[in-house]
């Protein structure tokens, strides 16, 4: 037997009187009753809730047993609500309309189709790990002086930003845990992945990702992880600003940063910025 609570706080049991039906609609009222009863679905009980019965017909010419809830749902206390496209429980996940819209979306044909996907898709960037990467290839095609030429690559990635959307939820930030800051680096961009220690399991609650300009992916490694480091700390300032973090990263980028004598230029305002 499964058992199942519904909260509905202090609020008084509603008990609502039953709609008179038409004799025809009684009598086959009581024949699905006794049906469900027959068959283990529902059993007699006694208690001070009590809501009333429809019966709505279906395309075949059946009759579908239903009850009226909405009295109660109007006192249901709430265990997660949808807010600007989000779905806010326990933690954050992407709304499953929104969801279907992406994973459903026909393959571009034209550049403003595919403008149009990307701006959806980058709502939901935060839910997305690597997504400037992921999506690089697909924003190529929508700059001025690109031919919408749609390639298997195109294909792929077109995927991958679909697939991208299903994560996992997205758990919220405690303030009363550390920060975990994790970096990486590629040829093609930068990215960064926010997390805690929650019980007994390391659970995400941010992604950051950034596309690598012309000038930026001429960096050498150490350079590009030092980008990293700089850029994924501004990003999440208002979560790390005066907290302690653990920050995950190639430790020799870090140390080389640390024992740079006397920087000047792009390294001295990176110092800067850390130090604030």
């Known amino acids: 037997m499964t058992q199942h609570r519904i909260n509905t706080g202090n609020h008084p049991p509603i008990k609502q009187y039953p709609r008179r039906l038409p004799l025809a609609k009684k009598e086959e009222a009581e024949h699905l009753v006794k049906e ?9 009980s006694s208690g001070p809730w009590a809501s009333p019965i429809v019966l709505v017909k279906k395309k075949d010419g059946s009759t579908r047993f239903c009850v009226d809830y909405r009295k109660q749902n109007e006192i249901t206390k709430k265990t997660e609500v949808t807010y600007l496209g989000h779905v806010i429980s326990a933690g ?6 929104k969801i ?38 697909l924003h190529k095609l929508t700059e001025a002086k690109s031919n919408f030429n749609w390639t298997e690559e195109c294909e792929k990635y077109f995927n991958s930003l679909k697939q991208a959307l299903t994560s996992p939820i997205l ?33 995400v609650f941010a992604y950051f990702s950034k596309s690598l300009g012309k000038p930026e992916r001429n960096y050498c490694v150490t350079r590009k992880e030092l980008l990293a480091i700089v850029k994924s700390i501004e990003h999440f300032h208002h979560y790390l600003y005066g907290q302690k973090f653990l920050l995950r990263t190639d430790y020799a980028s870090l140390r080389w940063l640390l024992n740079f004598k006397e920087p000047d230029g792009q390294i001295a305002r990176w110092i800067q910025r850390l130090q604030e």
């Open 36 to 44: 469900m009863v027959d068959n283990g679905i529902i059993e007699e």
């Open 100 to 137: 279907k819209a992406v994973v459903d979306w026909p393959r571009p044909e034209t550049v403003h189709d595919l403008r149009s996907f990307l701006g959806l898709c980058t709502y939901y960037r935060r839910f997305e790990k690597n997504f400037s990467t992921i999506a690089r290839p």
């Open 171 to 203: 758990t919220c930030p405690r303030t009363d845990k550390d920060f975990i800051l994790d970096t990486d680096t590629s040829n093609e961009g930068i990215g960064a992945v926010l997390s805690q220690n929650i019980g007994n399991e390391e659970r």
């Open 92 to 97: 954050v996940k992407t709304y499953l309309g």
